[in-house]
């Protein structure tokens, strides 16, 4: 197993439009070696410019690190990465830590942390929120999930990637916290959505007039002030930012965490609708801001 001086030597894979940010400033404030994977070389070749190493493989990769760090798509993604035939599992050994930062099940998280300690390797779920220039501000909010023996040997380098590092329990509470941020930011969006909708449908006030005098009263949040005043109003929702086909996975996450215990989110489904009807419409790599437009065509389903 690779190492620095007795050091550990820092594995990475998915470089994404937040997460190649992430690895960089791994590997710019941790003061360890990176070595990266990512099926693009695009990501990895800017990222060398911070001497972040690019790995052949995954075999590669798990082979010269200690401490690897996930951050890919969602299930499908992690589940190809770590338990395909040529995946982590099958390639890492005994005191090696595998840390998962994408936004999956619950479930899966349980899964996989048991496979991994079978193999003696420790896990922790670490999803990540904010935005993409706070991943490339490295103040990302972290929720994690895990021993309290693996968070405390992974907090300091999830400081080198955010500001606000959160143990928040067992393997899978990371996890769902951020499937419950998640599935509350995507309803207030929804519900801000509908109110500008009202506002422009009605003529009885501007939009703007309407969302800054909401920022002086009790409707006032970070989702208003971001969301709403930075995306909606300017009617701007682009391409390279979260999109709606991610927070519909996110949606279907938290909606699968609360059918499995008994609970039904009437406000999630109704969200979820409208987050559907936006991605038939093709806007699924647009910025999840831009369900505004599913629910414009609810008013004007002809225009």
């Keep these: 197993m690779s190492s620095n001086d007795g050091n550990p030597t820092l594995g990475f894979v998915g470089l994404g439009v937040m997460r190649e940010p992430m690895c960089r400033n791994l590997a710019k404030k941790s ?19 911070d001497g972040v190493e690019s790995a052949a493989s995954l075999a590669d990769l ?3 690190t200690n401490i690897i760090f996930l951050s890919l798509p969602g299930e499908p993604q992690v589940r190809a990465v770590v338990q395909g ?9 005994a005191g090696q830590t ?12 349980r899964e996989i942390a048991a496979e991994c ?6 896990y922790a779920d670490a999803p990540v929120a904010r935005t993409a220039q706070a991943a490339r501000d490295g103040t990302l909010s972290i929720m994690v999930g895990g021993t309290a023996e693996v968070f405390g040997e992974i907090e300091p380098l999830l400081y080198c990637m955010g500001e606000a590092i959160t143990h928040c329990g067992p393997v899978g509470a990371g996890e769902a916290v951020k499937l419950m941020n998640n599935m509350v930011v995507v309803q207030t969006v929804h519900a801000i959505a509908e109110a500008l909708t009202v506002a422009q449908a009605s003529g ?6 309407l969302f800054e005098t909401m920022t002086k ?7 208003l002030r971001n969301h709403g005043m930075k995306s909606m109003l300017p009617d701007t929702h682009p391409t390279k930012s979260f999109p709606i086909d991610y927070i519909l996975k996110d949606l279907d996450y938290a909606i699968q965490l609360a059918e499995e215990n008994g609970v039904k989110m009437e406000g999630a489904y109704a969200t979820r609708a409208v987050v559907q009807r936006a991605a038939e419409m093709g806007f699924g790599d647009r910025y999840y801001t831009v369900l505004i437009k599913a629910i414009e065509c609810a008013l004007n389903p002809k225009g």
């Design 31 to 49: 003061g360890l070696p990176v070595v990266a994977f990512d099926l693009r070389s695009e990501p990895l070749q800017r990222a060398a410019e």
């Design 85 to 93: 035939p040529e995946g982590l599992l099958a390639q890492m050994r």
């Design 62 to 64: 798990a082979a010269r």
């Design 217 to 223: 009263s009790s409707g006032d949040s970070f989702v």
């Design 117 to 122: 300690a079978a193999k003696g390797v420790d």
């Design 204 to 209: 009885a006030v501007d939009g703007h007039v």
């Design 98 to 109: 595998l840390v998962d930062t994408s936004t999956c099940p619950v479930a899966l998280a």
